[in-house]
Nanobody
Framework: QVQLVDSGGGLVQAGGSLRLSCAASGRTFRGYVMAWFRQALGKEREFVGGIRWSGGSTFYADSVKGRFTISRDYAKNTVYLQMNSLKPEDTAVYYC????????????????????WGQGTQVTVSS
């Protein structure tokens, strides 16, 4: 049984940084795609970025490109989301997601394409 545990959220001022963690367990994740989504109050869950576990290629939404970085630690089975230059519009609950289906190119960008989810961690950016 795959389990994902998100952590690292908090309150930060605009321009600040946070690093989120997603600890994965339950199996090996070779061939998986791991991703981060976020959901602001009253809005749909949206893709933030993703990483192909085996090759390490990363992909980002345009809104975070150049500010956010995804990485993974094989030994710890953990995926990270480093968020820099945070803006108030980045305020949301952030979720880690995983799926065993890996497209030929890129990563899935729709929430419905992921079978496993973390519980979410709140990120609040004050102006």
């Amino acid at each position: 049984q795959v389990q994902l545990v998100d952590s690292g959220g908090g309150l930060v001022q605009a321009g600040g940084s946070l690093r989120l963690s997603c600890a994965a367990s339950g199996r090996t994740f070779r061939g998986y795609v791991m991703a981060w989504f976020r959901q602001a109050l009253g809005k749909e869950r949206e893709f933030v970025g993703g990483i192909r576990w085996s090759g390490g290629s990363t992909f980002y939404a345009d809104s975070v490109k150049g500010r956010f970085t995804i990485s993974r630690d094989y030994a710890k089975n953990t995926v990270y989301l480093q968020m820099n230059s945070l803006k108030p519009e980045d305020t949301a609950v952030y979720y880690c997601a995983a799926d065993s289906r890996s497209p030929t190119i890129g990563v899935q960008r729709m929430a419905g394409e992921y079978g496993y989810w973390g519980q979410g961690t709140q990120v609040t950016v004050s102006s």
